[in-house]
Structures are given as C-alpha cells and as structure tokens.
C-alpha cells in the first residue's frame, strides 16, 4: 500500500520551501479576513450561534491540509449546505430550541462518516447521479430560498418558513413591523454590495489599476462593510435602537464536542446526511477539479471522499457545523497565490486567533450587514445561462431541472433534489429503454458507413445493416427485438442482416436472450444474423457460453469486412 496515496501532504510537504510560504502565508491573511464574515453569516443561516461558524472554519482545514488532494481548495462553511444543515436538523427540533446544537453535530458527524465510507470504497460514482441540470437547478431554487429567508434581517422583523411560500407569506405579514433603521443599514450594505461587485472592479481597471487588485477589492468588498456598519453601530448606539446585532461571540478554543447516541436521532437524520454529503462532494469536487486544471495538475476524487468526510468528522468533534469546499474563498484563495493546502492551516489559525483575541470587536456587528452578505453571494449561484442552454439543447433536461427548481421552492430542498435525482434516472432509463438503431449503407468508395436517411450511400436489397448506438440490457432488450422485426418485415429480400456494435459497450443477460430470440426467428425466416466490431470485452462474455457457434451467421471485425464478403455472395 502506498501510503502517500492516503496522505497526499507526503508529496509536498517535503519539498516546501521559503517562497512557497511566504505565498502561502499571504494568500492565508486574505482568506482569513474574508472567511470570518462569511462563517458568522452562514453559522446564522443554519440557525446556530454565530460562533459555531468560526469553529467550522478550524478543525476542518487543518484535517484537509493533511488529506486533501486540491492544492487551493478552502473548505468550510457555504451557503447551500448551511441551508440542507438547518432544513434537516430544523424538521427534527426548532432552531432556538437548546437541543438544536446537538442535533446539528450529529448530522455533521454521520455526514463526515458516510463520506470517509463512500471514499474507502471508492463509491465517488454515487455524485454522478446528480446531473448537471438537477444540480442547476437545486442551487437556483435554494439561492432564492436564501435571498428571501435573509430579508426579514434587512427588514428587521422575525419571520420564517421551510419553503418558498411560507417565507414569503411570513414576510408579508411582518411588514408592518420593520424597522426603519435596521432596513436603512441593511439595504446601504446591500446596495453597496451590489454596486461593488458590479462596477469597482471595472472602475479600478480604468483608473489604471491591475488585474489582480481590481479583482481582490470587488471581493474584499464584505470586508469594509463589515467594519463600517460595525463602527456605526457602536458609535451611534443603533443596538439600543432595536438595530439586531451579533452580541458576544466567546472567546477561546472550540470546545470538544461528542455526537449523541441517541439512535432514533441517527435514523431520522441519515437522509438529510446522505444529501448534504452528496451535493457537498459535487461542489467541492467540481471547485477542486476547475481550479486544478488552471495549474495542469489533479486531484483524486476518492481521496477528496475521504478529506472531506474527516474535515466533518473533524467539525463535528470541535462544535462545528457541516462543511465543503467553498468556490468563492477557493477562489480567492488561488488568486491569492496560494501554492498549497498549508494556505489552509495558516488561514485555520488566523481564524483561532479572531476567536482567541479579536471576538469582542464583533459584538456590535449587524446581522442585517450578515444577510446583506450572504444575499450578494447567493444570489451570484441563480444561473440564467444554464437555464437558457439548457431549454435549447434539450427539453427533457430542462424538465428535470424545471421540476427540481419547483418542488425545491414548493417543498424545501430535500424533497426538491429527491426528484430531480428521481426524474434524472427516469429519463436516463427511458432514453436507453428506446436505444437509437440506423439502417446504414457504404459511403461509396470508403470504408465508411452512415444513416441511409441522412447520406447517399451505397445498399442492396438482399444485405441490410444496423447500427445499434446504445448498450443492451434488459430495458431496451425488447425494444431491439421489435425495431429488427419492423425493419426486416419491409424488405422480403433480405438474406443477411449485421448488427454494427461499435457503440455496444455490454450486453446482459436479458439482451443475450433477445440476441438468441434474433437469430432464431431470423433463422427460420431464411436469414442469416451477423455481428460486426464487437468489442473484446462484450466478446468475451459471449464467447464464454458459446454464442458465436450459436449464430447462423458470422462474427466480423469490421462493419466493411462483413459488406464486402457478403454482397461478394450476391
């Protein structure tokens, strides 16, 4: 066994060097300052003390320096996973209520322990069940659920709902009770925000500023915020003025925490924990691999199973909440320089040192400043373009990530990616259940063969051949056997008959019975089955019971070897 395999810090740890940590270092203070807003922000989305946040951005970085495979990757807490957090442990007990906590470190727990199983038996593959346009989809309508749930912060009033319409029927009915200077701040803080990553980049651009530090002060943007409206609120006592702050944050290290063995507790959450881990694997994975490819290096998808589950089980252990890897701090990390995952552990003790000494500075921070941050990165998620592309490029898709985005908003976010995994199989097993089959002819004087419906080719009456484009299995086995009857009941001339299998790539048990019903029934119809550039594995197996003697044809290595040899015999 090699054990750098499961330690990837043994392949760069060894040859770091002074100038590596100096950029480590100071891709570290950026992340840092970055990071402590944005923990506090999403520790108050999954309805938890603003503190739990912090803690969350320790104990897993320091396990992901030691695991982890990406060398910018920041994991942490992020918008879409808090909200699964407080959805899951909020169906089970109330956010205020005192138990909530420990209901959110069991989720974390069992969460980092289905990922660290899914990694040791390299089970990466279950990510693949999310497509792209259910995941599109869960994190539009999830982003919307997020921007409206954080408006009764700018608004100053308590409203809440687990969907879409609760939210917003709440929020009507709190109307009356807003606070003006809790909205005035709150609202300043989001058009600011707005207004900067907007237009302070290109602004600074055109007064001559670099790439670099353009792009690094649209995103250090939250940061002034923060500051500012801390400073007023201190300075012009707006606590006292019905203004909703953070209040005291403890200081010291995270406590020591132990999951409940409440087994009851374990069999309501395992749903939730299964989709968190999932949907986090997709993001984190999918920001490792895109920040890798920029650099020409890679990452181990397994391996990032097991990262990830321990950074749980390591947030789980330290009062933490579930984490993942974040796109924009990674980002921000790699524009930072950051040349590997030590970036990460001096960006964890950056932020226990906000803990240990740097908490009472953030007594007096709005938490309408919080859902104006957290409002600006959401809303950054709703992705229009995919939309658009994909209603274009295919309208079962669409449907998929239509559905997904509907009963998210109607019905919470767990009900919502439930049904757009659920669709996604459907029509993955409908599509194959109806596998695409082209009569084809020689394009003449080639080797080559194409669709007689989309190409002038050459055929003969007495020789047809079909080219089947999907693997055979049980779902799509009858349907072969129909399609070859329909087409062989329109030409009595038939004597030969080849199946082109370069795109077979298996063939089950089912589908070796409707070959055998194939050859038969053509048998006793007075024509010959033939199979043309099967694949060796798929040959193999039917080797393996005998079914090339059982043909009453010939098996050919190329579609043209078996053109030429049986016209010859016409």
């Known amino acids: 066994m090699n054990i750098r395999q499961y330690l990837p810090i043994l ?10 940590l100096n950029q480590d270092l100071l891709a570290a203070i950026i992340v840092t300052v970055m990071l402590v807003p944005q923990s506090l922000a999403y520790a108050m989305l999954a309805g938890l003390p603003p503190e739990v946040g912090l803690y969350a951005s320790i104990a897993p970085l320091l396990v992901y320096a030691i695991l982890g495979t990406s060398r910018t990757l920041s994991v942490g807490p992020v918008a879409v996973i808090a909200l699964m957090t407080a959805t899951t442990a909020g169906s089970i007990v109330a956010p205020e209520s005192e138990s ?23 089970l990466g593959f279950l990510a693949n069940f999310l497509s792209h346009p259910v995941i599109s989809g869960f994190i539009t309508a999830s982003a919307v659920i997020i921007a409206f749930s954080q408006l009764k912060h700018l608004l100053g009033v308590s409203a809440s709902g687990h969907n879409f319409p609760e939210v917003l029927a709440a929020l009507v009915q709190a109307l009356p009770d807003l606070k003006v200077i809790t909205l005035l701040l709150g609202g300043g803080t989001l058009l600011f925000l707005f207004a900067a990553r907007r237009w302070l980049g290109v602004a600074m651009l055109r007064l001559g500023c670099s790439q670099g ?6 995103r250090l943007a939250p940061i002034l915020a923060v500051v500012v409206t801390t400073w007023m609120t201190a300075q012009f006592s707006l606590a006292e003025k019905g203004v909703a702050v953070v209040g005291e944050v403890p200081a010291g290290l995270p406590p020591l925490a132990m999951p409940t063995s409440d087994w009851s507790l374990w069999g309501q959450l395992w749903v939730g924990a299964l989709l968190i881990s999932i949907v986090g694997f997709v993001e984190s994975v999918s920001v490792g691999q895109t920040l890798a490819a920029k650099r020409r290096e890679r990452i181990e998808p397994d391996q990032e199973l097991i990262a990830l589950g321990c950074s749980n089980l390591g947030a789980a252990f330290s009062t933490g909440m579930p984490v993942t890897g974040g796109f924009s701090r990674s980002v921000v990390n790699f524009d930072a320089g950051a040349r590997t995952p030590a970036a990460g552990a001096f960006t964890a003790l950056g932020i226990l040192a906000v803990i240990l000494w740097l908490t009472p500075l953030l007594q007096t921070l709005p938490i309408a400043t919080l ?14 373009h995919a939309i658009r592309h994909t209603w274009r490029y295919s309208k079962a898709d669409f449907s998929a990530m239509l559905i997904t ?46 669709n007689v419906e989309r190409h002038s080719v050459e055929t003969t009456p007495e020789l047809l051949v079909i080219r089947v484009d999907e693997s055979l299995y049980f779902p799509n086995a009858r349907y072969l056997e129909d399609q070859i009857q329909a087409l062989v009941s329109q030409r009595p001339k038939v004597r030969h008959l080849v199946l082109s299998c370069q795109a077979v790539n298996h063939i089950d048990a089912s589908a070796l019975d409707s070959l055998e019903s194939i050859n038969a029934r053509l048998k006793d119809a007075g024509i010959k089955l033939h199979l043309a550039e099967v694949k060796g594995p798929v040959m193999d197996r039917l080797e393996l019971i005998g079914f090339p003697k059982q043909l009453s044809g010939a098996m050919f290595m190329s579609t043209f070897d078996a053109w030429q040899s049986l016209k010859a015999e016409h």
């Open 11 to 20: 392949e760069w740890l060894p040859a770091y060097r002074l100038a590596t």
């Open 100 to 122: 909530y906590l420990t209901m959110v470190i069991l989720l974390t727990f069992i969460s980092g322990g289905m990922l660290t199983l899914m990694g040791v038996f390299r």
């Open 371 to 384: 859902a104006a941050t957290i409002i600006i990165a959401v809303l950054s998620l709703i992705d229009f």
């Open 213 to 218: 530090i353009a792009s690094g002060a649209g």
């Open 405 to 450: 985005v509907v009963i998210t908003l109607l019905q919470g976010v767990e009900a919502g990616i439930l049904a757009g995994v659920g669709l996604s199989l459907a029509l993955h097993v409908y599509r194959t259940s109806r596998p695409h089959t082209a009569v084809v002819g020689r394009v003449a004087g080639t080797e080559h063969f194409r």
